[in-house]
């Protein structure tokens, strides 16, 4: 309870130090629901401000429908969160939402088939406590008609208005979930409980210094597809991937963290997964250069993903052994994890100790020794963006 107080307050006077007791209300986004509509499906979004908004298809990977709002506040359903996932019906399979900018946020409706936006429009609340109303109404059609849809959006020139700069992206991704309960203790504790006690915890942390913009890919007990976590990162455009996890093994004298980037064998599942997910990188899409230049450029690209992953291990793993977190022998190791592929986003699994030993099942439990090790990854982020800004200055 005094923990929940402290953030409550510290988040009052956050509010209080950048805007004056006058200022208007933060825009929020209070329910998103999906269900059928005159022409096959409706998208209503509920907030408390009239949204300005911008709505385009993507084929890239899978079908969906983008819809980009400026920054506000999501509080569907009375949860406030960086993010989130929802259900569908009809023509949408699911949908996401989340900051996707320093000055920007995104709701994703991930489709069942092809569809387009047949008409879409604002209501006015009726009365005092009722919500605006924004309402996308979406109707079926061909792959063809999509695909040159989102063509049509990728040709589109960029703002011309200027954008501040944004603060580094950290996606939290926390392990398992829901049906898959992950590694679990002699307690009957899960490695999915830890992992996402874990997550919140780092992302409140750096959330409160103000630096990083925060997202999980989970923030209650869902399930997530491992190709699902990797794709919120990307269309994110996330400059750090960290996903979280607890091991186990068969002797339970076995303890310590280990950090993991690619292996030499993910990068071969890498090129596998890019052509399967269409996984498309932002040097690729200028058509006016030749293929080869692209592909040239795709690979530079992919071989620094890889460094700055390594970077961040490497600065990652002395700064919990600063902390007194045990470590395995020769802690930064390599996988072909899926969790690791992504071609343009940086990333690291940490396996936060065993859940098959009573010591580190112990400090994982425990909020006053979790917060050791989350202090040593926010130490090591904050490394990590030092380093990268002070090379790209030189460069």
């Given amino acids: 309870m005094r923990r929940v107080r402290a953030r ?46 911008r709505v385009f298809s993507l084929s890239a990977g899978a079908e969906r429908i983008i819809i980009d709002l400026p920054k506000l506040r999501w509080s569907v359903g009375g949860l406030t969160a960086e993010s989130g996932t ?40 009726e009365k005092a406590q009722d919500a605006y109303r924004l309402v996308l109404d979406l109707k079926p059609t061909s792959m063809e008609a999509f695909v040159q849809s989102s063509l049509n959006n990728q040709s589109r020139p960029p703002p011309t208005t200027h954008k501040p700069a944004r603060k580094p992206l950290i996606v939290i991704d926390p392990g398992h979930g829901g049906k898959d309960p992950g590694a679990l203790a002699k ?33 209650d007990d869902r399930f997530i ?6 794709t919120i990162a990307r269309e994110l455009g996330a400059n750090l991937f960290i996903s979280l996890h607890a091991d186990a093994g068969a002797n339970s004298n076995t303890r310590g963290s280990s950090v993991y980037t690619l292996s030499s064998d993910g990068e071969k599942r890498v090129e596998t997964e890019r ?17 080869e230049v692209n592909e040239v450029l795709a690979d530079l690209v992919q071989r620094e993903t890889k460094n700055q992953s390594a970077r961040f291990a490497q600065m990652l793993v002395p700064s919990l052994a600063e902390v007194g977190w045990a470590a395995l022998q020769n802690p930064h190791r390599q996988r072909g994890f899926y969790v690791l592929l992504s071609p343009d986003v940086p990333a690291v699994l940490l396996e936060m100790g065993f859940m098959t030993n009573i010591h580190d099942e112990a400090n994982l439990a425990t909020e006053k020794q979790r917060s050791r090790m989350v202090g ?12 990268e800004a002070q090379a790209l200055a030189m460069r």
Avoid: C
């Fill in 8 to 53: 409550i307050l510290g988040l009052l006077f956050a509010a209080l130090a950048i805007a004056p007791a006058a200022a208007a209300e933060i825009t929020r986004v209070l329910d998103v629901r999906v269900g059928p509509g005159p022409s096959g499906t409706r998208l209503v979004i509920d907030s408390n401000k009239p949204l300005n908004y």
């Fill in 86 to 125: 929802g259900p569908g019906e009809g023509l949408v399979a699911g949908y996401r939402y989340a900051h996707n900018a320093a000055d920007s946020s995104r709701l994703v409706l991930d489709l069942a088939k092809p569809a387009e936006v047949a008409r879409q429009f604002a209501l006015e609340p």
């Fill in 275 to 291: 052509h399967k997910q269409d996984w498309v990188l932002s040097v690729e899409r200028d058509r006016t250069r030749p293929v």
């Fill in 187 to 219: 307690s009957g504790r899960k490695e999915k409980d830890v992992t996402l006690a874990a997550a919140r915890e780092l992302r409140d942390q750096l959330m409160q210094g103000g630096r990083y913009e925060v997202a999980l890919t989970r923030d």
């Fill in 376 to 387: 040593a990854i926010h130490a090591a982020i904050d490394e990590f963006f030092e380093t």
């Fill in 225 to 230: 597809e491992l190709e699902d976590r990797v």
